[in-house]
């Protein structure tokens, strides 16, 4: 009898399919209008330009073949230290920001009183992650004159002037970016609250300590977690923008001349479009193939536990 | 059941259209205008601007205004999408670039019917507006580079006021002495790309650019290499502020500047923004504006340059309109008794001779200024080309300025590279 309902219903189902999803595209529509109208055709278009010389003011564009990849590759020097600066803000900000993320995590997965203050205590920074505030807060806080420089010197030590050194510069944005661990530290959190309580009292009762529990059942559990937090950070780790933008202008000697921040100057400082989308695209690949790669040693690393739904 | 599905549709649809109807009605017309300038610009701006509205009350102006930097990349990414305002304020060192490209109106028509009231206004001071003969920007003011001396800081550290045809010899020992005496920077950092633009006019009669624009105007490095080299001294015996401090305060602003926060005793600027540096840093407090330091034996290195334009530009919805207001921003008494001469000396004799007898005293002191720099010039030079940009971001800072500054490489090794990557770039235009 059971089956029969059920049989009866996917029937219908079947029957008003369309319907059903002429009213969800509807309720899409919106969306999907703004998606196409503002992030798919502007793409589209710039991977067009991207083999032109198109210059706002200038020309039009004309089809110049590879001509940008060329210049990117092999004749601009700025490029390739934009690419440095990008590389070295990644490879340090996301590992440290899931650190942050996780060990914090761990410390709010527990049901003490007020954990919830806590919770959006730790997640507010996240929320005016990119914002113009933040960036010129940290200018305040890191400047020659800045709370930094102030409580070292409190303590007797004579502090850098860490915007303005080229060896200090990029660590305050590091800095900056381990700070905002926030929307991985949620999703961490969720993922603690996913790891059924018996694995650890029955190795609680095996002998294992804190740390054997850690390593043995909260790690090998989250790694789909971990994973997730990893694309998601590589992806905006390499995007950062504002602030170097805000902080730093790519000062001093280029050392926090981020990508997004290179190509910002190209298109609409010099104007130069065509370069600038060239540049993009070389970026929009990089990161593809990054997380394809990542992708393919999931396999290896991260564990899905096989009674899913238990 | 179906009732909801009608009401989902009718809502999902009234999302997507509501948006498309909020259309305001209007029946007064419309002018936009853009800026770029300081607090005390847009404050003045402003004002002038709700005059004009209350003289006017079939006008709205609808303003904008930003930053340098942010200017052009606004204005710029408008004239793409064919949104630029009416008006816009317009640079000697970017108009032939913007005429080229068809993107400003020639305003000649609107002198001749009197849209444009040039009565009062010296030629010589609607020339640089001109491109190819026709006139494509109203002058707002004359201007100069200036070095403003803190006359109380002189005095504090013992020093006599220079001759106004100092040197740089001179201007470096007072700064040395005013750091040994007072303990603060004699100036702030020296590498503006302006100064080294006009540098060869000092020793060599010569310019940044080539006349064609196509590659460098100089022939020797030495002089360049020399003057980087009296500002690494400087830095390092804080006569000057360290370019270190300079990136780490970041840009902000002419108000930021530090004379106005007693940090340094002197301050090179645009003459016209001392109507801004005065006023943040209080009126108690005394300047006096100074030619730009002359090399031993050289001539001046000033020349009066209009300090920015007002142009309409071809894609004004409004231009007669436009033409109107600027007729009145550029030859109305009130208007500029609100303005005050903050974008330098006004172009227009009736509306400097009715501002004279109640300056205050940075307009008195620039009015002055001016009056000296005319008695002793270099001749202004044809305005940057279009590659300008291009070369001062992607090549005299991070190339030159930067790594010679932070002592990577010297100006002796660093001045050679200036010029073939600059060439290169000027030559590819």
């Not at chain 2, 010899?169 to 005013?178: L, S, V, W």
């Not at chain 2, 007898?357 to 720099?373: D, R, S, T």
Request: net charge negative.
């Amino acid at each position: 009898m059971a089956a029969a309902t059920l049989s009866k219903a996917k029937r219908r189902k079947q029957s008003n399919f369309g319907q059903d999803n002429l009213v969800g595209y509807l309720f899409i529509g919106p969306w999907l209008a703004a998606f196409l109208l503002f992030t798919f055709i502007p793409i589209s278009v710039s991977l067009l330009l991207s083999f032109t010389d198109y210059n706002v003011l200038a020309n039009a564009g004309e089809f110049i073949g590879l001509d940008n990849f060329q210049r990117m590759f092999f004749e601009d020097r700025r490029y390739w230290r934009s690419v440095n600066a990008t590389l070295k803000y990644v490879v340090f900000s996301v590992p440290l920001r899931l650190l942050f993320a996780l060990a914090v995590a761990m410390l709010l997965n527990t049901y003490r009183r007020g954990v919830g203050v806590y919770r959006a205590a730790f997640y507010a920074p996240s929320i005016i992650g990119g914002s113009i505030a933040v960036a010129v807060m940290w200018r305040e806080i890191f400047g020659n004159d800045g709370l930094v420089n102030f409580t070292l010197n409190v303590l007797g030590i004579q502090g850098p002037n860490w915007l303005g050194r080229p060896e200090t510069a990029i660590w305050t944005l590091i800095i900056l970016a381990a700070w905002q661990f926030g929307s991985p530290m949620l999703i961490f959190l969720a993922g603690l609250k996913n790891i059924p309580k018996h694995l650890y009292e029955s190795a609680e009762i095996d002998g294992a300590n804190a740390w054997q529990r850690f390593l043995r059942i909260t790690l090998p559990m989250l790694t789909p977690i971990i994973f997730f937090n990893l694309i998601m950070q590589l992806i905006s780790g390499f995007m950062v923008f504002t602030q170097a933008f805000i902080v730093t202008q790519g000062r001093p000697l280029d050392t926090t001349l981020f990508y997004a921040l290179y190509v910002y100057r190209r298109a609409f400082e010099q104007n130069e479009m065509g370069y600038a989308s060239a540049m993009a695209w070389v970026m929009l690949m990089v990161i593809a193939l990054l997380t394809a790669l990542v992708f393919r040693s999931s396999s290896y690393w991260v564990h899905y536990e096989a009674g899913e739904g238990a | 059941m179906k009732r909801s599905k009608v009401l989902l549709i009718l809502l999902s649809i009234a999302v997507l259209v509501l948006p498309t109807l909020a259309v305001a009605a209007q029946d007064q017309t419309e002018v936009r205008i853009s800026w770029w300038g300081s607090q005390n610009r847009h404050d003045r701006t402003i004002a002038a601007i709700e005059l004009y509205e209350e003289l006017n009350p079939d006008i709205d102006i609808v303003y904008e205004f930003q930053g340098w930097g942010d200017h052009w990349t606004k204005l710029s990414t408008q004239a793409a999408g064919g949104e630029l305002p009416d008006i816009m304020q317009h640079d000697y060192a970017r108009i032939e670039e913007w005429v080229a490209n068809g993107l400003l109106l020639p305003l000649d028509g609107y002198i001749e019917s009197g849209a444009i009231d040039a009565m009062s206004i010296a030629d010589a001071s609607l020339a640089g507006g001109m491109v190819d003969g026709q006139l494509y920007g109203i002058n707002l003011g004359n201007n100069s580079e200036v070095f403003t001396l803190d006359t109380d800081a002189f005095a504090a550290a013992g020093l006599e006021l220079p001759p106004l045809d100092w040197t740089w010899t001179q201007f470096e020992d007072i700064a040395t002495q005013i750091q040994e005496s007072l303990g603060i920077h004699g100036i702030g950092v020296l590498t503006s790309d302006q100064l080294w633009k006009s540098q060869y006019m000092g020793c060599c009669d010569q310019w940044a650019y080539a006349a064609d624009g196509m590659s460098l105007g100089y022939e020797d490095d030495q002089p360049l290499i020399d003057y980087y080299n009296m500002l690494l001294r400087l830095q390092d015996n804080g006569g000057m502020q360290s370019y270190e401090d300079s990136v780490a305060r970041g840009d902000q602003g002419v108000e930021a500047q530090l004379i106005v926060s007693q940090e340094a005793a002197m301050a090179y600027h645009w003459s016209n923004q001392i109507v801004a540096v005065w006023n943040a840093a209080g009126a108690e407090r005394n300047f006096v504006m100074y030619p730009v330091p002359r090399p031993e034996g050289g001539q001046s290195q000033n020349y009066i340059k209009p300090s920015m334009f007002f142009s309409v530009t071809s894609q004004a919805d409004q231009p007669d309109e436009a033409a109107a207001f600027i007729n009145w921003f550029v030859n109305s008494v009130e208007a500029n008794e609100i303005l005050e001469a903050e974008r330098g000396v006004p172009i227009s004799s009736v509306v400097r001779d009715a501002l004279l007898p109640n300056l205050g005293a940075a307009q008195a002191e620039m009015f002055n200024y001016l009056g000296i720099i005319e008695m002793d010039n270099s001749p202004i030079r044809p305005a940057d080309p279009a590659a300008h940009s291009d070369v001062i971001s992607n090549v005299f800072g991070p190339e030159f300025v930067e790594p010679v500054m932070y002592g990577m490489i010297s100006p002796e090794d660093a001045a050679p590279f200036l010029r073939e990557e600059a060439n290169r770039i000027l030559g590819a235009q």
